[in-house]
């Protein structure tokens, strides 16, 4: 029987937007023994999982843990807990993400006032100033790193307006995370959801998160139940810490350890060792591209380090040289989404996939395509 056969996977470079490439210790990691979810060997990995989430995010927050599902379910896990049927929420939208944040606050039942920028370019202030200043906003969701077009989006000025209107900042952080700086309590920000399969560079499927006191009390405060059972931080955050460690649901326990150990790296080679390098990177991805007449899509102060959006050159089969690249170089990069599909390639250089190599790699097989 056909499906009896061993299942292998071409060894494939990982170099689209996410996932990324997986170190063998992670991997390693994944094949430990199992031990129950609430076994005590299990509850110390939980707690350092959560203290390396804090330090890799740089906050204090006790709120902090992952999410047992992949950075959609960390997006909605903020909005659903933060939103009441009738809050008014400042969506921020300039590609895929932001648009998927108006859609789960909208099925929050809260009124959603949309800031827009053009795709390829970040959020205005000045109309985000404009947007609070139109209503009684509850929360300001933003997009830090716009994986859809690969834009930056500086938070710091929008965070201080945010505040000024009396209402929280929510943060989407799933492919900046432990790719460039991001600081959680310097910049003031009150929720935010990562994910666990771009720069950190672990398996698909979990999603880091942290809550700002000032998130809390909004929870604490709350007149209706949060409409998911699953994602109610009043129940999960008494699995993840308290005395109780009371029973939620069977933690992916095998992802937990991939997770400690991806973890584990970052911190050995040290946050700004990390931004450093994907910046590095970054930078002889782009003078190979532009050596070979690319353009990038974005303005180069708003570039990603870990995303690099460039125009495909007239006249070019682009979801042929994709499909050539992956058959005959097993290197995986992204197409464009929305009205930039056809238009763009999308190239991650996302932590484990962020070193010459794999730059050197894609550069000589794209020339050999082309
Ligand atoms: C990948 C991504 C998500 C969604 O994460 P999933 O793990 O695919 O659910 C959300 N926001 C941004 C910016 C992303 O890049």
Redesign the pocket.
Known sequence: MESLREFNTSTRILMG??PSDVNPRVLKAMSTPLVGHLDPEFLVVMDDIKAMTQATLQTQNELTFVVSA????G?ETCLVNLLEPGDEAVICIHGV?GT?LADIAERCGAKVIKVEADWGTPINPEDVKQALASCNPKLLAI?H???STGVLQPLEEISKMTKDAGALLVV?A??SYCGTDLKVDEWGIDALYS?S??CLSAP?GL?PVTFSQAAIDVLDNRKTKVQSWFLDLTMVKNYWSGAKRAYHHTAPVSAMFAMRESLRIVLEEGLENRFKRHQKNHELLRDGLEAMGFEFLVEKQYRLPMLNAVRIPDGVDEALVRKRLLEEYNIEIGGGLGPYAGKIWRIGLMGESSTPNHVNMLLAALKQVM
Do not use: H
């Not at 992949?70 to 379910?73: K, L, N, T, V």
């Open positions: 937007p996410g992949p950075g959609s379910a997006m993400f998927r997009v790193a716009e994986t989407d799933v492919t994910g399969q771009k698909p999603s």
